[in-house]
C-alpha cells in the first residue's frame, strides 16, 4: 500500500459507517485526491509564490489561469483570506520539513506546506482551504497526526493549521491526547483491514 495523504486519512476517519468502506475502495482504485485535489492549483501557487519569494499578486495569475467555473469562483474567497492572514502580523516563509507517520501498516504523508516564524518561534502550517469552516474534530485529528509526526524530529516547532478562508490558525495542543492516539491506531488498522480484503 502507497502513504495515504494526511487529508485523505482524516477525512476516513472522520466518516461513519459504509462511506469509510468507499472512501478506502476509492482510495485503492485511485479515484482519490491524487486526481481529483480542487484546491491543488492554488496551494502549488502559494508554495511557488514563498519559494521564489514573490508578491502576493502572483496568487491572481493562479486565479486568472483557472478554466474551471467553480475554481473561478472560490479561489478569490480563499486568495483573500491568506492575504488577511499574511497581514496579520510579521512572519518570516521557511521550507517546512516533511515526513512520514507508521501507525500500523498504515503509512501517512506529513507535509505541513509552509513555515513561517512567528513571534521568533518557527511554526508549521498546513493549509486548510474547504469553504465549510474547520471543525473542532478535523482540526484535532489532524494536529495530533502532525504532532505525532513531526515534533519528535522538530521539538522547537509550533505544530498549526491554517483556516485560509478565513484566515484563522489553529495551534496544537501542548499535552497530547492519548484516548485520540488510541482512536486513531485503530482507525489505520481499519483502514489497512479494508484496504485488503477489496
Request: net charge positive; aromatic share 10%.
Amino acid at each position: 500500500m502507497e502513504k495515504v495523504s494526511l487529508t485523505y486519512f482524516v477525512d476516513f476517519v472522520l466518516r461513519s459507517g459504509t462511506p469509510k468502506l468507499t472512501g478506502v475502495r476509492e482510495y485503492k482504485e485511485r479515484k482519490d485526491e491524487l486526481s481529483t485535489d480542487f484546491y491543488r492549483p492554488i496551494r502549488e501557487g502559494i508554495v511557488a509564490m514563498h519559494r521564489r519569494g514573490e508578491c502576493e499578486s502572483v496568487l491572481d495569475t493562479v486565479i486568472a489561469a483557472q478554466t474551471d467555473e467553480k475554481r473561478r469562483r472560490i479561489y478569490p474567497h480563499v486568495v483573500a483570506g491568506y492575504r488577511k492572514f499574511l497581514a496579520s502580523g510579521d512572519k518570516r516563509w521557511f521550507e517546512p520539513p516533511h515526513g512520514a507517520m507508521k501507525l500500523g501498516d498504515l503509512e501517512i504523508n506529513l507535509n505541513p506546506e509552509v513555515g513561517f516564524v512567528i513571534d521568533k518561534k518557527p511554526h508549521l502550517v498546513k493549509l486548510y482551504f474547504r469553504q465549510e469552516p474547520l471543525a473542532a474534530k478535523r482540526s484535532a485529528v489532524a494536529l495530533a497526526l502532525l504532532t505525532s509526526g513531526l515534533s519528535r524530529f522538530y521539538p522547537n516547532h509550533v505544530i498549526t493549521m491554517l483556516d485560509v478562508p478565513r484566515a484563522k490558525l489553529h495551534t496544537a495542543k501542548d499535552v497530547p491526547n492519548p484516548r485520540l492516539d488510541v482512536l486513531l491506531r485503530g482507525e489505520a488498522a481499519a483502514f489497512s483491514t479494508m484496504y485488503e480484503a477489496l
